[in-house]
């Protein structure tokens, strides 16, 4: 025993050396631990940052409590501003990440707008109806705790007096550029430097009406120019100027009379929907930026016409294939053996698609849109078909998603339909081109075969638009060959 008890100092001892290094090593590892944590919880505050809506605290001299102002959210890379349709949820409701807040109407269709973190919903800002609003315009407030819902009952966005909203930005100067001039003026439009800050349709009609934006003073959430500050400046230059004309002379004042029946003329103004806007400006570029050439083909569908017909027959119902069908399948064929043709202009480069991912025209109430056939090249008549009805169908109601209509590799236009002969496209950007379908004619051939030396046939003219930058008239061509062989000999496309 006496051995032993001086053996345990010493025991102790060693016990105590590596004891510190591990007490070390397992305070590094909670160092470290602290590290990853603050780490990820700064990535989440950027990957927040970048949510397509504002969200900022915000106090004023009522000291309404913390909240964050919800935005006008960019649901397409070509939105601008977006018109507020049914809200999902209402004043004093809990939100979930992922439930749909309200339905937002963009340049393209009817989407739902999804919000992603916890709170309740305290104050509409934007109710259902409000047209025009800008991206990240305030439509809602979000509160944390379901007690504080009640104290932004009477909020209004332009109630704020002492300060401005802190938004949320990755880059700290252009934070303290925006907050500096809101304190100092907060009824007018926040500047930055040079930089006035006005809604997009605000700077539309001040560039029509020869506006300058800096005289303006901005009503709208922050200071910022909304299109109500346009038309309300305008009005007082018309009154100044009109009584200049009575002053000189007292004869023009009766002239002036008759203008009274405009108030009934004869025409309508109607106003632009977001769609509509898009589309002047998304084919006004293409017009005058790509160097459209056109090639036209005629086309013998009477063995199309004997096929649609037979497999219908077969059908029994259950699909009902359409001329239109056959077009996509062939352009996509076509496109597979000239794949030059199906590729796109991307400024610095030249991108060629692996796969057909064909945009179909339609036509809806609130204007063109071109909802997209994916991987046609390796998809059946009856699939593109069910496809087709399905798409369009959908985009009339303005229920399309936004990767249901952004992207594609080629377009057809097809007003065969409608009794239109031929007609030339303009290039849907960033398509290479893009193929104009015609109706179905009857036309008289030579034949030597026939006794009377003709005989009548079924036409259908269509011709190609390209973009010279990519397709090359000779490559044009050849993919009008090649489309031309499979809606003549149409089994081929089977193969």
Partial sequence: ????????????????????????????????????????????????????????????????????????????????????????????????????????????????????????????????????????????????????????????????????????????????EAAAPAKAAPSQAVESGDRIFASPLAKMLAKEKNIDLAQVKGTGPRGRIVKADIEGFVAPVAE???????????????????????????????????????????????????????????????????????????????YKLSVNDFVIKAAASALRDVPDVNSSWQGEFVRQHHHADIAVAASTPAGLITPIVRTCDAKGLKAISSEVRDLVTRARANKLKPEEFQGGSFTVSNLGMFGISSFSAIINPPHAAILSVGTTESRLVLDEASEKGFKAVENMSVQLSADHRVVDGATGALFLKAFKGYLENPLTMLL
Avoid: C
């Fill in 240 to 318: 100044k100027a009109a009584p200049a004309p009575a002053a000189k002379a007292a004869k023009p004042a009766p002239k002036a009379a008759p203008a009274a029946p405009s108030v009934s003329a004869g025409f309508t103004d109607i106003p632009l929907t977001n769609m509509r806007k898009v589309i002047a400006t998304r084919l006004t570029e293409a017009k005058s930026t790509i160097p459209h050439y056109y090639l036209t083909q005629n086309i013998t569908m009477d063995n199309v016409n004997k096929l649609r017909k037979s497999l219908n027959s077969a059908a029994n119902g259950s």
């Fill in 1 to 176: 025993m006496s051995a032993r008890s001086a053996q345990l100092p010493r025991l102790l001892s060693r016990a105590a050396k590596l004891a510190t290094p591990a007490t070390a090593r397992l305070a590094a590892i909670r160092a470290s631990a602290r590290q990853m944590s603050t780490a990820r919880v700064s990535l989440r505050s950027n990957v927040l940052r970048t949510t397509p809506f504002v969200r900022a605290r915000q106090y004023s001299s009522k000291s309404y409590p913390d909240h964050q102002l919800v935005g006008m959210p960019a649901l397409s890379p070509t939105m601008t501003q977006g018109n507020v349709g049914q809200w999902q949820k209402q004043v004093g409701d809990r939100i979930e990440p992922g439930d749909v807040l309200v339905e937002i109407e963009t340049d393209k269709a009817q989407m739902d707008f999804e919000y992603q973190e916890e709170g309740y919903l305290a104050k509409i800002l934007a109710p259902t109806g409000t047209k025009d609003l800008g991206i990240d315009q305030p439509v809602a407030i979000i509160v944390e705790n379901e007690a504080d819902v009640a104290a932004f009952a009477d909020y209004s966005p332009g109630a704020k007096t002492e300060a401005a909203p802190v938004q949320e930005t990755v880059a700290k100067e252009e934070t303290k």
